[in-house]
């Protein structure tokens, strides 16, 4: 079809504008594309606020709960599990939802909902009344709140760009996710020393405004995707049918539980871990959990710039055991410089596969089907205090490098168990 002069002049499926905005932004690698469609630029500037207030939270909360808890690792993997465990309850109903709904306006209510809980959380602090209990209610909260967002955001990258860019727009998502994980932590630990985690929710508040004053301009996502006839937990359910009635799907679902499972420990732990492995402080840990960012940003990077790939069952695989492995060595390292590096690893391999397996989960899935599917993929973060809370008891009872080390070396053996019994896994491409 001839374009008219009001129509972008489509080439390999990047428009005339999606070109010029690219060179306007001095990219001149494909591994930005997907950054040159109006739409998605504004999405993922949604997404780098609503990541950076929510790893910049992450570090005020934990810092906060070791100071009221007399620095408990499992108090730590307490205020995780108020988080991550409404993801396993609010994600079906979330992905149900962004495909019967605006999924435009379910990212507005939950980033609106999130500032407001945030604010009430630093008038707490600020004014000496905040107690653990509180930061249990609100960790919640925010995680219900998140679990009713990210399918939504997930699924409008789909609605943006084509499936043949879908690899590389979301892992441009994640990218603005691990930016947030190198400047969030660190900003967080070295703010506190200056404005007390009061300040930081106060910022983090102001950045959750901004994310939503972001998501307005967006035209995608205001339409419904499906109207299946049914009622909420008919569609829920159909959703469940659907994933486990696919192979590739369903093999894709088990191997995103292994990490989580086992290797996201880490993440929980690192606060504990610091001061007891190393004895560092608010800012060390900053710049610890920044380098993991590093890597994270460097693996979502690389797979934005993929064109490409075969045989992704079997780099997922490898992911996942470079990850374990890691994961062992730095658990049970006594150098700060040592340290870092083996961090580096981690996020790079960690990005990786969480990048490579949201794409496969999208693009195996109809259209109709990729917020349900997306909420299930959600679901299995909120299993991650299943693997805090009781390595955060082990961590008490022996000491936390040692929990951390049989973490990874867990996530090693499911792997490989996996790996070996599932053929339809291996054979992805």
């Known amino acids: 079809m001839k374009a008219t002069a ?6 390999e499926g990047v428009s005339a504008s999606a070109r010029r905005s690219r060179r306007f932004l001095g990219i001149g690698g494909e591994a930005f594309e997907s950054l040159g469609i109006p739409d998605y630029r504004w999405l993922w500037m949604s997404s780098l606020g609503s990541f950076m207030g929510m790893n910049m939270q992450m570090v005020a909360r934990v810092w906060l709960v070791l100071r009221l808890a007399d620095d408990s690792p499992f108090a730590v993997a307490m205020v995780t599990m108020s988080f991550a465990l409404p993801m396993m309850f609010v994600s079906a109903l979330a992905g149900a939802l962004a495909d019967r709904v605006s999924r435009r306006w379910l990212m507005i209510f939950g980033l609106s909902a999130n500032t407001a809980v945030t604010l009430i959380i630093a008038i707490l602090d ?30 409008m990258v789909s609605e943006i760009v ?38 930081v929710f106060f ?38 049918r659907y994933a486990l009635s696919e192979p590739t799907l369903r093999a894709l679902i088990v191997m995103a539980f292994i990490p989580v499972m086992f290797g996201m420990s880490y993440y929980v732990l690192m606060p504990a871990w610091a001061r007891e492995a190393l004895n560092v402080g608010a800012d060390n840990l900053g710049v610890l959990m920044m380098t993991m960012g590093v890597g994270a940003l460097a693996g979502s990077l690389l797979v934005a710039a993929l064109r490409v790939s075969s045989q992704r069952g079997l780099i997922l695989l490898a992911c996942c055991l470079v990850w374990g492995v890691t994961l062992a060595a730095f658990a049970q390292t006594t150098s700060y410089f040592l340290a870092l590096p083996l961090l580096l690893v981690v996020g790079l391999a ?15 899935a109809a259209p ?50 996996f790996g070996a019994v599932s053929s339809t896994f291996r054979r992805i491409d």
Do not use: C
Request: aromatic letters at 6%; hydrophobic letters at 55%; a positive charge.
């Open 6 to 11: 009001s129509e972008p002049v489509e080439v």
């Open 126 to 155: 600020v004014t000496g009344y905040v107690a653990f209990w509180h930061i249990i209610v609100a960790g919640v909260v925010n995680g219900s709140l998140m679990a009713l967002n990210m399918p939504s955001r997930q699924a």
């Open 162 to 199: 084509p499936d043949s860019k879908l690899m590389n727009g979301i892992a441009l998502q994640n990218s603005a996710m691990n930016m947030t994980r190198i400047i969030g932590p660190a900003a967080a630990g070295f703010l506190i020393v200056w404005i007390d985690t009061s300040g």
């Open 203 to 240: 910022l983090v508040a102001a950045i959750y405004v901004g994310s939503v004053l972001t998501v307005v301009p967006i035209n995608a996502g205001r339409k419904v995707i499906s109207r299946s006839g049914r009622g909420v937990a008919g569609d829920i359910a159909a959703g469940f």
């Open 350 to 364: 960690s990005s990786v596969f969480m990048s490579m397996n949201m794409t496969l989960l999208q693009t195996q």
């Open 368 to 417: 109709e089907m990729r917020g349900r599917i997306m909420s299930i993929a959600m679901m299995t973060f909120g299993l991650m205090p299943l693997s805090a809370a009781p390595f955060g008891v082990l961590a008490e009872r022996t000491s936390t490098p040692n929990a951390l080390m049989l973490s990874g070396l867990l996530l090693v053996g499911f792997t490989l168990v």
